[in-house]
């Protein structure tokens, strides 16, 4: 018996506010850009920069021009980076000049460029909207759950009396009173905050951050990031020393429990990304090595010299894209036991899960790591072989997207 194929979008209309692979969203928005192509599906693709590093040429790219909230004047963030004109009118006009029954709307990030005028422009085709949750910026004022001033995961529900009275932003209290006015803006924008059809969780233990925020539980949908690694080779890390650090230098990263453990175990780190704490991160260990952002190649060159990779998020990280490669790439991985990965990596042998707010058992576990060949070449061939069990392949995630697309377009 012959099953009936999926039938395919007319077009995908995807936003974000970056045109390049800048961070983890970004990349992955790129990844889906090519697996799309791949399968002939057109796609038109609506960012909030200036697209000058775009490359592929058979995507329709509707490029605002703006530049990120934090490259604006104080007056400027606190009125474009609230609500973008721009970024409302050419959604709406490319919406009643293109829109068919079948165009299907992916939002993957708007906080840093497009705001949630979008939203505004996307009411009317809510029905086929598809938001993607990489942060939780679809739900919490701070984008994380988060209490930045406590350090702690947060339960309060968003937009609620005690939320808004909560000082947790690591700005400061205006910040996070704009923040929160922001996400209302996004809510009433859309006729109500979960007034699309779907979210996709890039975990599913999102899911209560996100129903704490009002998401029915039928809108909720796992659906784990690829993992490609940046070495196909095994790394044998049994045979290095050294310990890395990948992606933004800031607090709420861990740059600094990072630098700070490895000091107080005495064993060499590599830091690849750029960020705030730079800084910091340098006068905590002088002797760190600050190799700044690296491209893939640059990347994979840093990890084949490394023995153990570090993820050590002070909060609750949905995924941990940077953790996984590294696995995959057959470097062990210790991540903190706030990320949503982190069970998962211990269980399966390819890395620890630990507090890694203790900086002394932080070191400890470092120290042991970085002493012990026979646990490090283990947990090395584990995750070499099996990481997938935690992450999805660039194709079957792809193929898993393009399910939420039919499934929209159909009911």
């Given at each position: ?28 928005v790129q990844v889906l850009i090519q697996q799309l192509r791949e399968r002939c599906i057109p796609v038109t693709f609506i960012t909030g920069d200036d697209a000058a590093n775009f490359t592929h040429d058979d995507v329709e790219v509707i490029a605002l021009g703006e530049k990120p909230l934090l490259e604006r004047s104080k007056a400027g963030a606190f009125t474009k980076g609230a609500y973008l004109p721009s970024a409302r009118a050419q ?321």
């Amino acid at each position: 018996m012959q099953t009936e194929r999926p039938q395919l979008p007319d077009r995908v209309v995807l936003f974000h506010d970056y045109s390049q692979a800048l961070g983890g969203a970004s990349y992955l928005v790129q990844v889906l850009i090519q697996q799309l192509r791949e399968r002939c599906i057109p796609v038109t693709f609506i960012t909030g920069d200036d697209a000058a590093n775009f490359t592929h040429d058979d995507v329709e790219v509707i490029a605002l021009g703006e530049k990120p909230l934090l490259e604006r004047s104080k007056a400027g963030a606190f009125t474009k980076g609230a609500y973008l004109p721009s970024a409302r009118a050419q959604t709406a006009a490319w919406i009643a000049a293109h829109d068919t029954p079948r165009t299907v709307y992916h939002v993957h990030g708007w906080c840093k460029i497009l705001t949630p005028s979008i939203f505004a422009a996307l009411k009317p085709v809510r029905d086929r909207l598809i938001l993607h949750g990489h942060d939780y910026f679809n739900g919490c004022p701070n984008g994380a759950f988060f209490n930045y001033v406590t350090e702690a995961d947060c339960t309060l529900t968003p937009l609620s009396r005690d939320c808004i009275t909560c000082q947790c932003d690591k700005t400061g209290y205006a910040q996070k009173l704009w923040r929160s006015g922001r996400e209302g803006l996004r809510r009433g924008m859309m006729g109500g905050g979960t007034n699309a059809n779907r979210l996709l969780m890039i975990h599913p233990g999102q899911q209560p951050n996100f129903e704490l925020a009002g998401w029915p539980s039928d809108k909720l949908h796992p659906v784990p990031n690829p993992v490609t690694p940046p070495l196909p080779e095994r790394v044998k890390a049994e045979a290095n020393q050294g310990v890395i650090f990948i992606g933004r230098i800031s607090a709420e990263k861990g740059a600094d429990l990072a630098a700070a453990a490895a000091g107080k175990a005495g064993v060499p780190i590599t830091f690849v990304g750029d960020g705030a704490e730079l800084e910091a991160v340098a006068k905590i260990n002088p002797q760190a090595k600050l190799l700044g952002r690296q491209d893939r190649e640059g990347v994979a060159n840093a990890l084949s010299k490394a023995r153990v990779a570090v993820m050590p998020s002070r909060w609750s990280e949905p995924f941990g894209l940077v953790a996984l490669e590294a696995i995959g790439s057959g470097v062990p991985a210790i991540v903190s036991d706030r990320a949503l990965v982190g069970e998962g990596i211990a269980d399966a042998g390819f890395g620890l899960a630990l507090d890694t707010t203790d900086v002394d058992a932080f070191a400890v576990a470092l120290t042991r790591l970085s002493q012990d060949d026979d646990t490090v070449r283990t947990m090395s061939e584990a995750g070499h072989t099996r990481y997938g069990e935690l992450c999805h392949s660039e194709a079957s995630w792809a193929d898993a997207i393009i399910a939420h697309y039919n499934a929209v377009m159909h009911g």
